[in-house]
């Protein structure tokens, strides 16, 4: 599945990686799970509520999430992942 990066996640990422470069290779690895399959279980993928309706979670690490939607492309009509932020649980949620 395709990955769409948002504004947002561009700017959080760059500002993860210039304060933790050496978290690039597990960002990278997850990132690489999550356009293959989305609920590989290593993953930890689930639907969030509430505020974030509509959106879903993955783990990073144990403390660090990745927040995205599943949204449609209107030019091809394929699904397709829009990373929307990252961070730790409680700057996420």
């Excluded at 690895?29 to 509430?50: C, I, M, N, S, Y």
Aim: charged share 25%; hydrophobic share 35%; aromatic share 10%.
């Amino acid at each position: 599945m395709q990955l769409v990066w948002s504004p947002g996640f561009s700017r959080k990422l760059k500002r993860i990686l210039r304060q933790n470069p050496q978290v690039k290779s597990q960002i990278e690895q997850t990132l690489e799970r999550l356009a293959f399959d989305p609920f590989d279980p290593r993953l930890g993928t689930h639907k969030l509520k509430g505020d974030l309706v509509d959106r879903w979670s993955c783990s990073v690490s144990y403390s660090d999430r990745i927040i995205f939607q599943f949204v449609e492309n209107p030019e091809t009509t394929e699904a397709e992942i829009l990373l929307l932020t990252l961070g730790s649980h409680d700057d996420v949620y």
